[in-house]
């Protein structure tokens, strides 16, 4: 598995030299975030990073750029074009943010089988598996 702790020193020292700030805490999510792959969360200067990139699939060089990415967040809160540039910074920035986009769609797309039939305008409620539920990366949250 990665080394997280590592990667985020790493980082601190080549990519993102900052004493304006505090420097955030940075541990992996509780959850397997599939929509994102990280979050600066301000109100506990901790960066958390998807569950889902612990893996030896993903590069280290793009975990790298998802931590670079948050700590962006220190200095602004918005993907505006000032942060787009400072985001360009680090080397290689669009392939490795295209790697995990690749990793991310193929661990959170389910094998389809044949089309059910969907019932609108029922009052019954249904209830079933879906195929691999125990797959986290095929739980859906409604």
């Known amino acids: 598995m990665v080394n997280l702790e590592a990667l985020y020193d790493e980082v601190l020292k080549e990519y993102y030299q900052n004493a304006k700030y505090k420097i955030p ?3 992996w999510s509780k959850e397997f975030m599939l929509a994102r792959f990280g979050e600066y969360q301000a109100w506990e200067n901790r960066l958390e990073i998807s569950r889902a990139l612990n893996t030896d699939s993903i590069s280290q060089m793009a975990i790298k750029s998802v931590i670079y990415h948050e ?3 220190l200095d602004i809160g918005d993907h505006n074009k000032k942060f787009r540039k ?3 910074k680090f080397p290689d920035f669009k392939k490795y943010q295209q790697e995990l986009e690749e990793y ?3 661990i959170n797309q389910p094998e389809l089988k044949e089309p059910h039939e969907v019932i609108s305008n029922s009052n019954e ?3 079933g598996l879906l195929p691999d539920a125990d797959n986290v990366s095929n739980n859906f949250c409604y």
């Open 86 to 88: 400072l985001e360009s």
């Open 104 to 106: 991310l769609y193929t």
């Open 125 to 127: 409620v249904y209830f």
């Open 25 to 27: 805490t940075i541990s």
């Open 71 to 73: 700590l962006l967040h």
